[in-house]
């Protein structure tokens, strides 16, 4: 288990193995915030070796957000909103 602590402002998470799931990459897109800090988290990413681009930076009207595959095989995306 992998927890995402939070102060009661912010979303918080986690990420559980469990028996009888399998990671896919056909599942629910996470999207994680990274507002303010994408740019050191892609650059954290890179450097770890353990994920791949799927769609680099997309820009869109809510900001941009990559998509990454993690080496099980899920997808992820990091958001950073427009405005920061």
């Known amino acids: 288990m992998a927890i995402f602590p939070a102060s009661a402002q912010e979303a918080g998470g986690a990420l559980v193995l469990e028996q ?7 599942g629910t897109l996470i999207y994680l915030d990274a507002a303010g800090k994408l740019d050191a988290c892609l650059s954290r990413v890179v450097r770890a070796g353990a994920w791949s681009s799927l769609a680099g930076r997309t820009s869109g009207a809510r900001g941009t957000s990559p998509i990454l595959r993690d080496t099980e095989g899920n997808m992820v995306a990091l958001h ?4 920061r």
């Open 20 to 26: 009888g799931r399998a990671p896919s990459g056909g």
């Open 80 to 83: 950073s909103p427009r405005d």
